[in-house]
């Protein structure tokens, strides 16, 4: 089975990963290898995503997929965008990130609580050449956490169509709506020949 690199130590995303791929590769991620942590000089998901895929593929000289993604709240101004992981400290707490957005979104209404997330994906080739796919996933901020599935904001990022929260879906029913699952359908409707050729 051909092995892909993602360029995370996310495990959330790691998981994600694993199910979307499913039977066709074998997931290796940063877990369990030894690289020092990217930093994420860039202002931008793509920015970011770019950084990380290419810092690893210059490390290990094979193809290598990375995501950046994030959180973005209208009322917010879009904050936290690319500092999701960060927002409420270096430790990149779920918990303590959640918690500031419910108290940041206290006093705000229903109908002003729009949000998206949002997920690029790079895909750094040993040639030098780096593409990448965006996908974003429409919500809203709930006003207290609810579910246990996925990670990250997903307990306080709620579906108007589904009437539950990202955290009360499971992995298929993510996967088919989430920014992650839509970035990667680009990538394999538009870029998957670049896998099957590296
Ligand atoms: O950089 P890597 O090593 O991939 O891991 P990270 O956790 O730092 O990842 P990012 O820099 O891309 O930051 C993403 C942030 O957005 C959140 N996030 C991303 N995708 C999410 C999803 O599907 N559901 C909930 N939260 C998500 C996640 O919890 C992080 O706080
Ligand atoms: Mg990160």
């Known amino acids: 089975m051909k092995t892909i690199v993602i360029a995370t130590k996310n495990a959330g995303k790691v998981k994600e990963f694993e199910h979307m791929f499913g039977s066709q590769y074998k997931v290796e991620s940063l877990l369990e290898k030894k690289i020092d942590d990217i930093p994420e000089t860039g202002v ?25 993604s994030g959180l973005e709240i209208d009322a917010l101004d879009g904050r936290p965008g690319v ?3 960060r927002y409420a400290g270096e430790n990149k707490d779920d918990e303590a990130n959640m918690e500031k957005v419910l108290q940041e979104l206290k006093h705000i209404p229903r109908d002003r ?33 609810a579910g246990t599935n996925g990670f990250g904001y997903d307990p306080v990022f709620y579906l108007p169509g589904y009437k539950k929260t990202m955290a009360e879906l499971n992995a298929e029913e993510k996967h088919r709506i989430s920014h992650r699952g839509r970035a990667l359908e680009k990538l394999w409707a538009q870029g998957r020949k670049l896998l099957l050729d590296s």
Not at 125 to 144: K, M, N, Q, R
């Open 44 to 68: 931008t998901f793509e920015e970011n995503a770019i950084i990380k895929a290419e810092a690893v593929r210059d490390h290990l000289n094979c193809t290598v997929i990375a995501d950046d």
């Open 83 to 85: 500092y999701s992981a």
């Open 113 to 145: 609580r729009s949000a998206r997330f949002v997920c690029v994906l790079a895909v750094a080739l040993p040639d030098g050449s780096v593409h990448t796919f965006t996908g974003t996933c429409e919500g809203e901020i709930a006003e207290a956490r």
